[in-house]
C-alpha cells in the first residue's frame, strides 16, 4: 500500500509540475452506469453524423481492452481560460479553446513527459497517453478520480476553477490509490439548458450532440448547415461557450499560464469584414497550429455565409 501511495503522490506532483491543474486516479474497470446511458444516446441517434462514436463500444467502456494489464487511469486536467477574449462585438465568435495552439500537440507533449518521468522514478510501467483521440469516456474518468463532477450540460465541472480546461489521461498497467468522486454541485440551476439557442440539452445531462452549435460548425461535414437552424447560431462560427459562459460556476475561471494557447496577435481584434473577407493565406497564417484547421478553410468559410444568411 505504501508503494501505491509514493507512486501516486510522484506522480501526481510531476502533473503539477507540467501545468495540469488537478490530476486524480481511478481503478480500470468496467464502467457499469456508463453502458447503458451511451446505449441509450446513441440509439437516439444524439452523435448525429460522427459515426466513430458508435464504434468500438466495449473498450469506450473497459480501458482494459485499449491497453493490457490497465489497472489505473490518471485523469488530468489543463486549463485554456484566456486572459482576454474576442474584442469586435459582431464579429463570428470562436471558442475560447481553439484560441491558441491545437490543445493535442501541447497535452500530448506533457503526457509523454509524464510517461518518461514515470519510467525514471518509479521503473517499466506499461500504457498508452490519451488527448481526445481514441475511444475513451474521459469525462467519466475524470469524475471517477474525483477532479470534477458532470455537470446539466454534460461538460466537467470543478468547483473553484469552472469548466475551461482540457481533459486528458494516462491508463497504465500501474496499481495507484485511487480518488473517490466528488458531489454533483448543480443543485436546482438550469442556466446552461435555458440558454442553448438550439435546444441541444435535452434534458439535465444529456446533450443531442446533433443539434450543438459545436457539432455544427465543426463536426458536420455537409455542403450546408441544415436550415432550421438559421437564426439559432447566436454568431458562432467555430465551437460554441455558451453553456459554459452562463455557468455560474465559471466565475471562478482563473487565466491559463500555457504560453502556447495565447492567440495570434491578430485573432481577437478581426472585425466582421475581416472574417468575410478572409483568404486562405491569412486562414494558414493566423490558425497555423491551431484546432480551427479541423474544420478548413472551406469549412470555416461555410460556417460564416450560413451566419450572414441569419443576420438579416
Request: overall charge negative; hydrophobic content about 35%.
Amino acid at each position: 500500500m505504501k508503494n501505491n501511495e509514493r507512486n501516486t503522490r510522484i506522480i501526481k506532483q510531476k502533473a503539477q509540475d507540467l501545468g495540469f491543474m488537478f490530476c486524480g486516479v481511478s481503478k480500470a474497470d468496467f464502467l457499469e452506469d456508463e453502458a447503458q446511458r451511451l446505449d441509450v444516446w446513441l440509439k437516439k441517434d444524439y452523435h448525429g453524423k460522427m459515426s466513430y462514436l458508435a464504434n468500438h463500444f466495449d473498450k469506450r467502456l473497459d480501458p482494459r481492452l485499449l491497453v493490457d494489464g490497465a489497472k489505473s487511469v490518471v485523469s488530468l486536467l489543463l486549463n485554456y481560460y484566456p486572459e482576454e477574449t474576442q474584442t469586435e462585438s459582431d464579429a463570428p465568435k470562436i471558442s475560447k479553446y481553439a484560441y491558441g495552439k491545437d490543445y493535442h500537440f501541447v497535452i500530448k507533449d506533457k503526457l509523454k513527459s509524464l510517461m518518461a518521468y514515470i519510467h525514471e522514478e518509479i521503473g517499466e510501467v506499461g500504457g498508452r497517453v490519451f488527448v481526445d483521440s481514441a475511444p475513451v469516456m474521459d469525462k467519466a474518468w475524470a469524475a471517477k478520480s474525483g477532479i470534477g463532477w458532470v455537470g446539466k450540460n454534460s461538460n466537467l465541472i470543478h468547483p473553484k476553477h469552472g469548466s475551461f480546461f482540457f481533459v486528458a489521461e494516462l491508463i497504465i498497467d500501474l496499481e495507484l490509490e485511487p480518488d473517490g468522486p466528488m458531489k454533483d454541485y448543480c443543485g436546482t440551476c438550469t442556466k446552461c439548458i435555458d440558454a442553448c439557442p438550439t435546444d441541444a440539452i435535452v434534458e439535465p445531462y444529456v446533450v443531442d450532440g446533433s443539434k450543438c452549435i459545436s457539432y455544427l460548425t465543426i463536426e458536420l461535414k455537409d455542403a450546408i448547415i441544415p436550415g432550421h437552424f438559421k437564426d439559432q447560431m447566436d454568431g458562432w462560427m467555430f465551437g460554441c461557450d455558451i453553456c459554459q459562459d452562463v455557468c455560474p460556476w465559471n466565475r471562478f475561471s482563473k487565466q491559463h499560464s500555457e504560453p502556447s494557447f495565447d492567440p495570434h496577435e491578430n485573432l481577437l481584434k478581426m472585425s466582421k469584414s475581416d472574417w468575410e473577407d478572409l483568404t486562405e493565406d491569412v486562414f494558414r497564417e493566423i490558425f497555423r497550429n491551431s484546432a480551427v484547421k479541423r474544420t478548413k478553410f472551406d469549412g470555416l468559410q461555410r460556417n460564416i455565409k450560413f451566419l450572414n444568411s441569419t443576420s438579416g
